[in-house]
């Protein structure tokens, strides 16, 4: 597989985005639903805290990307949900952390909604890989 980073503009390197990525010749790739921040329990962990909720968030999506073989590297795009969309922009930190951990740099959607499918989730993810 081969990939290029395309013109990440002003905003790419401060977080992590790319406009586009071209991904030529990939071998396999994984599609993966929301995730969010669920407890060994089931249910939604750290209730109030977004930072917590987001770092939880990313550990669900690194585990079922292992499970497939991949890496959080091997994403190339990332859709990030949130119910409370200025909270989440005053800890971007906490995503552009996570995904510098993981030398992931892709396209992204940052979108603000009314509810998620649990009213204590503060943030779902969804991603795309290639390898």
Sequence with gaps: ???????????????GYQRAVLIERPERWLFVAGH?????????????D??????????????????AGFV???????????????????NYDAVTAELAAGDCRPTSLLAGVDALSDPAMLVEIEAVAAR
């Design 36 to 48: 969010e921040a669920r407890g060994e329990d089931g249910g939604i962990a750290h209730a109030g």
């Design 72 to 90: 959080l590297a091997d994403v190339v795009q990332i859709r990030l949900f949130t119910v409370d969309l200025p909270a989440l922009t005053a």
């Design 1 to 15: 597989m081969h990939r290029i980073d395309m013109d990440p503009r002003m905003f790419g390197d401060r977080v």
């Design 50 to 67: 977004i930072r917590a909720q987001v770092a939880l968030t990313f550990r669900r999506l690194r585990e079922t990307l292992g499970k």
